[in-house]
């Protein structure tokens, strides 16, 4: 089944797509600043969330991760 039809699969593809931007950002940060509107501008909003909002994506990993190895 796609990750686009199973909502737990979309929940971790995109809480997987902010962690990754965030760590990104934190590497190269010019590299997703110059993107910041069109297309490309989805990752750096993402790097934003993923920053501004660490303890609750941190939180949301740990969830995932819980649901992942002891519920499925």
Request: hydrophobic share 55%; with cysteine.
């Amino acid at each position: 089944m796609s990750a686009i039809f199973n909502f737990q699969s979309l929940l971790t593809v995109i809480l997987l797509l902010i962690c990754t931007c965030a760590y990104l950002r934190a590497l190269a940060p010019s590299l997703l600043d110059r993107n910041k509107t069109g297309l490309l501008g989805i990752f750096w909003k993402c790097a934003r969330i993923g920053e501004r909002k660490s303890p609750w994506v941190a939180c949301c990993c740990i969830i995932m991760a819980f649901s992942i190895l002891f519920l499925q």
